[in-house]
């Protein structure tokens, strides 16, 4: 779902040459939300190639405006952030990504912000700078500061998606995550490890509680969750278990609590 803030955001694209970077712009809006894009006198611009290049983005495509001059693209905002790869001799507001980010979220809430993109052979020229509020400065490795238009786009939507949501959306967990295991769960985790490599000899030529301590250690920077203990817990039980069926010994060892939690 996008955001109330994304919505208040126009790309602005001046002057574009190479239909293909506009459809990477268009990609790049989508990835992260942006749903408003105008261009100002653009070399070309074919719907068809743009939504072959950029697929299901046939809502950006449609709703794209063109202008005739980057005034009347910007007229109606409240804010407007421009880019270039690098500072210029004249004095302007330059800013960071992520700073560019936060201004723009705060704008957003008030009205129309733009993002103003300029030609991919020169950027934007100093008459366009001059109509922005604040030029966006994106570092990047001093011999080879030339960046792609759709990767620039991608750059900052990125940092002002973030900005939108408040904080960074939480990545994937897997099916099986459950809580975090509890003290008794991460102790038995433990004793089952410690039981297991005592049965193998682990600590003929070391010393047991030394090894403990650094298993420990390890384990709790972890933060194991219930399954994940339930598992290391199973192993050590599993040790012990393969021995005993080597030997003839008879039936397996139990689990403490008799539960299977890393084997489910």
Not at 9 to 28: E, F, K, T
Not at 113 to 134: K, P, Q
């Amino acid at each position: 779902m996008r955001s109330k803030l994304l919505d208040n955001v126009v790309v602005v694209l001046d002057s574009p040459q190479n239909v293909v970077n506009i459809a990477g712009v268009v990609r790049a809006m989508k990835n992260m939300g942006l749903g408003r894009l105008r261009l100002v006198q653009p070399d070309e611009f074919d719907p068809w190639r743009i939504e072959g290049i950029a697929h299901r983005s046939e809502d950006v495509v449609a709703s794209a405006e063109i202008h005739d001059t980057l005034f009347e693209a910007v007229r109606d905002c409240v804010y407007v952030l421009g880019t270039t790869a690098r500072a210029r001799t004249a004095h302007r507001n330059y800013c960071r990504p992520r700073d560019a980010a936060l201004r723009i979220a705060a704008r957003a809430a008030d009205g129309r912000v733009a993002l103003v993109f300029g030609r991919e052979d020169r950027g934007l020229t100093n008459d366009a700078l001059d109509r922005c509020d604040a030029v966006i400065v994106i570092p990047t490795d001093p011999d080879y500061s030339s960046m792609n238009l759709a990767q620039a786009c991608l750059l900052i939507a990125y940092e002002l998606f973030l900005a939108a949501e408040g904080e960074e959306p939480s990545l994937p967990e897997g099916k099986r995550a459950t809580a975090p295991a509890n003290r008794e769960e991460i102790e038995g985790m433990l004793s089952a490890l410690a039981d297991g490599l005592e049965r193998i000899e682990f600590f003929k030529a070391r010393a047991s509680d030394s090894v403990m301590r650094t298993f420990r250690t390890l384990l709790s920077r972890a933060e194991p969750d219930r399954q994940e203990a339930g598992l290391v817990r199973a192993l050590g039980f599993e040790i012990g278990n393969y021995l005993d069926r080597l030997s003839g010994s008879g039936g397996a060892r139990e689990e403490a609590g008799g539960d299977q939690a890393g084997t489910q």
